[in-house]
């Protein structure tokens, strides 16, 4: 997914949604803070969103934006409508240092992405294979601070062993 695709699922999320303002969640995230990001990172096809305003709504924009939807078949790419508090482990304060992706090709509608140090402890959180290879290449790529990814990991909600595991993990990379 390039930044521009990022856009015109923000526009068509908040369309669909009827609201002014999405979060968006997953890995294509990062574009909002790294629009030319390494293409290693923009793999995904989909952008993970949520209405901010209109949640009830998430599951209208997964029907018609979603995996194999006509949106999808045309442009190339699709949007996850779903819940972010079911589907991402969140440090607390994620919501203020959301990065805002509005401009014209949003049509002044309101992506609001998960700042990379937030999408990184997310993306740990779950712990899957393809999300450590995502957080690998942001530490490799000089993408993240360490220890800013070490204290938003020891906000998480995760146990204490899990939360170890986790900079275990971070220091070895």
Not at 86 to 98: C, D, K, M, S, V
Not at 122 to 137: E, G, M, P, T
Not at 154 to 169: F, S, V
Request: some cysteine; aromatic content about 6%; glycine content about 4%.
């Amino acid at each position: 997914m390039t930044r521009d695709q990022l856009e015109h699922a923000i526009r068509a999320a908040c369309d669909v949604a009827e609201d002014t303002e999405v979060y968006v969640f997953g890995s294509q995230a990062i574009l909002a803070q790294h629009p030319n990001a390494p293409a290693e990172l923009l793999v995904s096809e989909e952008a993970d969103i949520t209405p901010k305003h209109r949640r009830d709504l998430t599951d209208r924009v997964d029907a018609l934006l979603g995996q194999d939807s006509m949106f999808h078949r045309t442009h190339g790419f699709y949007v996850h409508g779903v819940p972010i508090h079911e589907a991402a482990a969140l440090p607390p304060g994620w919501e203020a240092r959301a990065v805002r992706v509005q401009n014209s090709n949003t049509r002044n509608l309101t992506g609001w992405c998960v700042e990379a140090h937030d999408l990184a402890s997310s993306k740990l959180a779950a712990f899957r294979d393809k999300d450590r290879d995502f957080v690998r290449l942001l530490l490799v790529e000089g993408l993240l601070d360490r220890p800013t990814l070490l204290e938003r990991i020891e906000t998480l909600p995760i146990d204490n062993d899990g939360q170890a595991r986790l900079q275990t993990w971070i220091r070895a990379v």
